[in-house]
């Protein structure tokens, strides 16, 4: 060893001791908050402006959705108007419906909904004296996917329009 | 940031250990610190502001500090170093040379001063910068680059003797 030694040769002897090294239960308990859920927030301030909510997205695609119908039924009145002159013919129509179906997958979780309404318009005379009544169904295909364990959440809206004219009745 | 997080732990789970290890002077208790402070970390969760190892160093020397708080060092440390192997060397004289500098270091480097062994050991075995040590102990980069060499300065007296 030479009599002299210099910082570098320290470094260098401290760089070659073997160092204890940390047992990989420490590294299970580390990876345990990478692998866990989305940690809580913590409560906002008061004054603070309120967290944005998912049903701001609703009603955006709802909003997006009615204007998406209004679109298509002023194409669709203007097709019947064309339309009426010929032959027509009767589609029974089901009354407003909502039905929510829950279908578990082995991962994810899948959920489709299903949101229909019927609004029916006037009444008007076809080209044969026959009173008829435009009906406007519009009907909002939701599907959601959910993965419980990384909590990541998919959802798809599809709006649908469709008028249909039925024989009316007056008194 | 979670990413970044992890990505600090993986490159430097060793350094992070034989920082809390040479804090705690317990193996048990300084796996317990790291445990502690990726959780607040986690629970915090916010974008680190300087350097993001200096960070997690900081975070994890905190930490260690609070076992400290909640329970002394033991008088009878555990070393941050593995257990000598046996030294296959072509000279007896110069293996037993060898084992006996090996000792002297180690033995020199567990009984310094604490802040001049934190600094050791965020210097040579973490790899941190002067500035990311300065970050993370919240001292000026000028006071931890003496102490620094400070420390060499008294490990090299220490293993010194045997010559």
């Known amino acids: 060893m030479s009599p002299e030694l210099k910082d570098a040769d320290i470094e260098t002897l401290l760089l070659h001791q073997p160092r204890r090294e940390p047992c990989r239960a420490l590294d299970d308990r580390v990876a345990a908050f990478f692998n866990s859920a989305a940690p809580q927030q913590a409560p906002a301030p008061f004054g603070a402006p309120p967290p944005p909510s998912p049903l701001r997205f609703k009603n955006f695609v709802y909003a997006a959705a009615a204007l998406a119908a209004c679109v298509v039924m002023t194409f669709s009145l203007m097709s019947i108007r064309n339309t009426l002159d010929t032959a027509i013919t009767p589609i029974h129509v089901a009354d407003a419906a909502h039905s929510v179906t829950s279908v578990a997958m082995a991962n994810p979780i899948r959920v489709d909904e299903v949101y229909s309404q019927d609004e029916a318009g006037d009444v008007v005379l076809t080209s044969d004296n026959q009173p008829v009544v435009p009906v406007r169904r519009q009907v909002m295909h939701t599907t959601r996917w959910l993965d419980p364990a990384t909590n990541v959440r998919m959802e798809v809206t599809r709006p649908v329009e469709q008028i249909v004219v039925l024989p009316a009745e007056i008194d | ?163």
């Open chain 2, 1 to 163: 940031v979670r990413e970044l997080l992890g990505s600090v732990y993986r490159d430097h789970r060793q350094g992070l250990f034989s920082l809390a290890l040479s804090i705690t002077g317990d193996a048990n208790r300084a796996e317990d610190a790291i445990h502690d402070a990726f959780e607040r970390l986690f629970r915090r969760l916010g974008k680190p502001a300087g350097d993001p190892i200096a960070y997690v160093f900081a975070a994890v020397r905190n930490a260690s500090l609070d076992q400290l708080r909640r329970k002394p060092r033991p008088t009878a440390p555990d070393s941050i170093f593995e257990f000598l192997p046996a030294v296959s060397e072509p000279s007896p004289d110069h293996a037993a040379c060898d084992a006996e500098r090996d000792r002297l270091v180690r033995a020199a480097l567990d009984s310094l001063p604490d802040a001049q062994r934190e600094a050791v050991v965020m210097r040579l075995y973490s790899g941190l910068s002067f500035e990311q040590m300065a970050e993370a102990t919240r001292e000026p980069m000028s006071t931890v680059a003496s102490r620094y060499r400070r420390a060499l300065q008294s490990l090299r007296a220490s293993v010194e003797t045997l010559v």
